[in-house]
């Protein structure tokens, strides 16, 4: 069992940039493919970043040249690092993790707004 918790969301200007972090607890953080969602209002949740044990990343295009996903296994946190954001990037950002072992098994945060407006 894996409990995650989000936070460094907030209000920023477009252009602005922000640092989501992601505190993990509860099992072996270091194995698990870990990634960042969001969810727009009247919108599906949808993939933003993932990065694997190994250090392999991969982004959504929208987000490909402006956000960076790291992770620190020694703290057992996710990062999302966060530049030029756009109005279309608010949403509620969720932390994910995913067992790398058995049946694939999904753990979410409780997410952590963004909200990008003038």
């Known amino acids: 069992q894996v409990q995650l918790v989000e936070s460094g969301g907030g209000l920023v200007q477009p252009g602005g940039s922000l640092r989501l972090s992601c505190a993990a607890s509860?099992?072996?953080?270091?194995?698990?493919?870990m990634g960042w969602y969001r969810q727009a209002p009247g919108k599906q949740r949808e993939l933003v970043a993932v990065i694997t044990s190994g250090g392999s990343t991969n982004y959504t295009d929208s987000v490909k040249g402006r956000f960076t996903i790291s992770r620190d296994n020694a703290k057992n946190t996710l990062l999302l690092q966060m530049l030029s954001l756009r109005p279309e990037d608010t949403a509620v950002y969720y932390c994910n993790a995913r067992r790398p072992y058995g049946r694939v098994r999904d753990y979410w945060g409780q997410g952590t707004q963004v909200t990008v407006s003038s």
């Open positions: 509860g099992s072996i953080f270091s194995i698990y493919t």
